[in-house]
């Protein structure tokens, strides 16, 4: 499995509760990291996948590389 790490613009649990929803759905691996808006992921699913999935959360959402 890969690790990957990406900037969310997370402000309140709410954003956090939306990313946990979205990437529940998709059945991976993940830690949030709310204070520094980061998420981090642990998943065999191609990073494309993951992009549309965390943008589903009407979030910015960059990439930041693998962990």
Do not use: H
């Amino acid at each position: 499995m890969t690790k990957y790490e990406f900037f969310v613009d997370m402000t309140c649990e709410g954003c956090s509760n939306a990313v946990t929803r979205v990437l529940n759905k998709l059945g991976v691996q993940f830690d949030i990291d709310l204070p520094n808006k980061k998420v981090f992921i642990e998943s065999d699913q191609k990073l494309e996948v993951l992009m549309e999935c965390l943008k589903r959360t009407g979030k910015e959402v960059q990439y930041v590389g693998e962990k």
